[in-house]
T-cell receptor, first 115, second 111 residues
Framework: EAGVAQSPRYKIIEKRQSVAFWCNPI?????LYWYQQILGQGPKLLIQ????????DSQLPKDRFSAERLKGVDSTLKIQPAKLEDSAVYLC?????????????FGEGSRLTVL | GDSVTQMEGPVTLSEEAFLTINCTYT??????LFWYVQYPGEGLQLLLK?????DKGSNKGFEATYRKETTSFHLEKGSVQVSDSAVYFC??????????FGAGTILRVKS
């Protein structure tokens, strides 16, 4: 079974530039998550989708971050304009159910460096 | 708000040593508790979980018991191997809400 796919694996940009990350979840998984993991910290949820609807985006900095999940499958996370503090690994995960009593499957992450 | 505190690493052990990684939590209600592991070059993966007090989660020789009275979920393994070298994250989920992770503990096992 194919896992969660993410791209690009690495991205270096200058502040105020824009960047986009792509995620393809495990087939059949209705719920998709984007997490931000800053060096030395645990992952922090940015946004959660159930099919193509947003369930939780309370910690998404909406002035610069946006995410969409068209057709309830692939998802894109965009940052525009980027700030130095956005340097982090962006993790995509998916699960079969909506709640967090089940197992999340994570991709390898996209590492962003903002100079 | 909900939070998870893990012991700081890195933890360095010799093969066959006993492992304990401490984890305590603060949450409203009765959360589910998890340990996730990240091996070098791989994504996070679920190691074990417990959904109610006194439950013991176990997998690959690792165990953790949900202790409500001490709000703890310490990870243990009787005999570690070099292949256990990874970053270990304790996490909780309360009322089916988002997973809250600890900062992670790096484990290094020497042969």
């Amino acid at each position: 079974e194919a896992g969660v796919a993410q791209s690009p694996r690495y991205k270096i940009i200058e502040k105020r530039q824009s960047v986009a990350f792509w995620c393809n979840p495990i087939s059949g998984h209705a719920t998709l998550y984007w997490y931000q993991q800053i060096l030395g910290q645990g992952p922090k949820l940015l946004i959660q989708f159930q099919n193509n609807g947003v369930v939780d985006d309370s910690q998404l900095p909406k002035d610069r971050f946006s995410a969409e999940r068209l057709k309830g499958v692939d998802s894109t996370l965009k940052i525009q304009p980027a700030k130095l503090e956005d340097s982090a690994v962006y993790l995509c995960a998916s699960s079969m159910d909506r709640g967090h009593t089940g197992e999340l499957f994570f991709g390898e992450g996209s590492r962003l460096t903002v100079l | 708000g909900d939070s998870v505190t893990q012991m700081e690493g890195p933890v360095t052990l010799s093969e066959e040593a006993f492992l304990t990684i401490n984890c305590t939590y603060t949450a409203t209600g009765y959360p589910s508790l998890f340990w996730y592991v990240q091996y070098p070059g791989e994504g996070l993966q679920l190691l074990l979980k417990a959904t109610k007090a006194d439950d013991k989660g176990s997998n690959k020789g690792f165990e953790a018991t949900y202790r409500k009275e001490t709000t703890s979920f310490h990870l243990e393994k009787g005999s570690v191997q070099v292949s256990d070298s990874a970053v270990y994250f304790c996490a909780l989920s309360a009322y089916g809400n988002k997973l809250v992770f600890g900062a992670g503990t790096i484990l290094r096992v020497k042969s």
